[in-house]
């Protein structure tokens, strides 16, 4: 599994997949997939359901270990036997559909956790950073409130800020909104564009083609494990050349 | 989750929260069952306080409430670490330690525990405390019912143990390894404080479950309040009163227990709420 994998000329790269694999069992999840993620890029992803994104980006920090094939993070190869995981994983937020916030801790100690632990930092310092984040993504007053009384959006926002109070190199978001009501996901595609608009890495899988076309750089179609076809957004939604991409889009914006 | 082998008497999930000082919203919600029992305490009150004949078992089997007491105290205390130890056994990838901890559990779970109480002191407590290099005589009877308990308990514990950290969506150990937290992070920051709340009720009904199953312990000649009250029974022939009183004491002791850990847990489900 990749062990005599050459590293790719040191480039603009953060994240390089490169022939990924993915087996459940006898299921094909991932079908030789390879994709090249560029510094500062936004990089989107799309298809039906089981087409196996979030498999795909569950990959680039190893929640999922490919079956075959490689993973670069900002030159760490990331699925080689040596490599640290922990020290991968510090650099790569992620977001996931269900928050996945700590429910016995406060939001700003949500925040906090990882820093102290992973970061090493002092409690005033994470402190401070904890509500530097909750203040870049609107809620500085809900640090002291538990999850379960923070609403799906206020919730997905501190998950934001706590991969954010890492200081990560790219973030990694598997359907952000599509745990939330209507009336909320605008505050969290917010947070996202802003994050997009400083020149944050991002690996987002979604449906929401609106934020696709705003802040893409890529557009990446998914089916059936592959990659169909991809590029800058405003191309694939006029003139897509894969029938299957035209199908797909007719299909969720038509409505 | 928990042990479907034995039943407590008194289900601490069961019970009403106890409302005694007012603001009983309706009749229905009122604990009558309270009063019920606080009538069995004031009438055999009344008998010990009135009759010799109920005063003399109360002063014999009242000299074994602490023995009842810190056997419960000891036992539960270790009890809970191995429990612990071997729950996380249970889950472990590593296959000697989830073996060694799957044979423990299986082992204790196939055996009556009064057999038990017998194998561990005379069987399990010498050859070890010789291996330790103790003298095994050395060793109490009182110690060994106190590690016959603590050995029992623990396999029980364990299952309840790993149903918490099971009950734990996975979604919460993503989210901290994607953190970079280690995995002993993971499962000291994240996921235990999560399983000790879910598993709270039940490791309260066993401690009451144990706490009347220090009267099995009186097999090995451990004077606690059973023992007592069997030796003063068989020697003045007070059976009926011996055994009334030595009922309220377990009662008294198991409901105290209960509304304590009732109050516990409201004070937890509170705190957990912000």
């Not at chain 1, 498999?55 to 999922?64: D, G, Q, W, Y």
């Not at chain 1, 191309?235 to 889009?249: I, P, Q, S, V």
């Not at chain 2, 008998?47 to 602490?66: A, D, H, N």
């Not at chain 2, 000291?188 to 709270?200: D, E, G, K, L, M």
Request: with cysteine; proline share 5%; net charge positive.
């Amino acid at each position: 599994m990749g062990s005599k994998a050459p590293l790719p000329a040191p480039g603009p790269e953060m994240v390089i997949l490169e022939d990924l694999y993915k087996y459940f069992g006898k299921v094909k999840a991932v079908d030789g997939v390879s994709l090249r993620v560029k510094t500062g890029q936004v990089v989107v992803v799309v298809g039906p359901s089981g087409s196996g994104k979030s498999t795909v980006l569950r990959c680039i920090n190893l929640l999922e270990t490919p079956s075959a094939g490689n993973v670069w993070v900002d030159g760490m190869h990331v699925n080689a036997k040596t490599t640290d995981l922990n020290m991968v994983r510090k650099e790569v937020g992620m977001v996931f559909q269900s928050f996945n916030l700590f429910p016995h801790l406060t939001a700003l100690k949500n925040v906090m956790l990882a820093q102290r632990l992973v970061r090493g930092r002092s409690k005033t310092e994470a402190k401070e950073i904890a509500f530097a984040q909750l203040m870049r993504v609107g809620i500085p007053e809900k640090a002291d409130v538990y999850p379960r009384h923070l609403s799906g959006g206020q919730q997905q926002r501190v998950a934001i800020a706590r991969s954010l109070a890492m200081n990560p190199r790219v973030m990694l978001f598997d359907e952000p909104t599509s745990a939330l009501d209507p009336e909320v996901i605008t505050e969290v595609l917010d947070v996202m564009l802003k994050l997009a608009s400083e020149g944050m890495t991002m690996v987002v899988v979604t449906h929401e083609m609106g934020f696709a076309r705003r802040a893409g750089n890529q557009l990446v179609m998914m089916d059936e494990g592959r990659i169909v076809e991809q590029g800058p957004p405003s191309e694939l939604f006029d003139n897509a050349k894969e029938e299957r991409t035209r199908a797909f889009f007719a299909k969720i914006l038509s409505h | 989750m928990g042990t479907p082998m034995r039943s407590s008497l008194i289900d601490p999930a069961a019970i009403p929260p106890p409302d005694l000082g007012g603001k009983v919203r309706n009749w229905r919600d009122f604990p009558y069952w309270l009063l019920g029992m606080a009538a069995i305490f004031g009438w055999i009150g009344y008998l010990i306080y009135t009759q010799s004949r109920y005063e003399r078992p109360y002063e014999v089997i009242r000299e074994g409430l602490s023995t009842t007491i810190y056997a419960t105290a000891y036992a539960f205390a270790f009890a809970l670490i191995l429990g612990l130890i071997a729950a996380l056994g249970r889950i472990s990838r590593n296959v000697v330690a989830r073996n060694i901890a799957t044979f423990y559990i299986e082992f204790i779970r196939g055996v009556p525990m009064l057999v038990l109480i017998f194998t561990i002191a005379y069987a399990v407590v010498p050859p070890a405390a010789d291996l330790l290099g103790f003298d095994n005589s050395s060793v109490t009877f009182f110690w060994r019912a106190v590690i016959a308990l603590a050995l029992i308990y623990g396999a029980y514990l364990a299952e309840v143990f790993r149903a918490g950290i099971e009950s734990v969506p996975r979604g919460q150990v993503e989210a901290g390894r994607s953190l970079g937290m280690s995995h002993f992070q993971t499962l000291t920051r994240i996921t235990i404080p999560q399983a000790i709340r879910t598993v709270t009720p039940a490791v309260g009904n066993d401690l009451i479950a144990m706490l009347k199953d220090t009267s099995l312990i009186s097999v090995l000649g451990v004077r606690e309040m059973t023992r007592r009250g069997n030796s003063y029974a068989a020697q003045s022939f007070e059976y009926r009163p011996t055994y009334v009183v030595l009922t309220m004491f377990y009662l008294a002791l198991t409901l105290a227990l209960s509304l304590l850990l009732s109050w516990y847990r409201r004070r937890l489900g509170v705190e957990s709420r912000g």
